[in-house]
């Protein structure tokens, strides 16, 4: 196994592209490995609070955006979650934590959306995440529908012209 993979699998925390890792909820114990690698904000889709000690660690942003698990996310929700995970990225020289609870479901299919979004495929973008993150399930059939997808593509059509490329620039492995 690769060396990369072997470290994001003892911290819990999955690069995927070079600017955006997925993971386990973030822990007091977790936030020094996210500083080290260069995180500057933190979106938490899981549906417990961030913790008051990684609010306080130093992250330009800590959000949460409660997402349940193992239904439809509804669409305002998902709307909001990646429309707040372009807006950290916008930010010069911004890195962005997505997480969960477990990292399996909702923050992969966060970012499965937001690259679904940015043009990407969803057969491309589903295979970018489990190739960086093997126990991830993005776009699992409980948490998102068809309706989902086109109010996702619609918005992903309202950008305008922006760099996706440079969002969606795979992390290496």
């Known amino acids: 196994m690769h060396p990369k993979l072997m470290e994001a699998l003892q911290q819990g925390v999955y690069p995927i592209t070079t600017r955006i890792a997925i993971g386990r909820f973030a822990t007091p114990e977790r936030v020094a490995y996210l500083q080290e ?3 500057t904000h933190i979106l938490n889709v899981s549906d417990a609070e961030s913790l008051a000690t990684v609010r306080a660690a130093g992250f330009t942003q800590v959000k949460d955006i409660p997402l349940a698990d193992y239904s439809r996310i509804p669409t305002e929700q998902a709307l909001n979650a990646i429309q707040t995970l372009h807006a ?3 930010l010069p020289g ?3 934590y997505v997480h969960c609870l477990a990292g399996q479901m909702r923050c992969p299919t966060v970012l499965w959306l937001y ?3 940015l043009g990407m495929g969803g057969r491309p973008a589903k295979q970018l995440i489990i190739d960086r993150c093997p126990d991830a399930h993005p776009g699992h059939n409980t948490l998102v529908d068809a309706a989902l997808m086109q109010a996702v593509n619609d918005w992903g059509r309202k950008l305008g012209h922006i760099d996706r490329a440079a969002l969606m620039q795979p992390a290496g492995k």
């Open 94 to 96: 911004s890195q962005v």
């Open 115 to 117: 690259l679904i979004g």
């Open 88 to 90: 950290m990225l916008n």
């Open 37 to 39: 690698m260069g995180i």
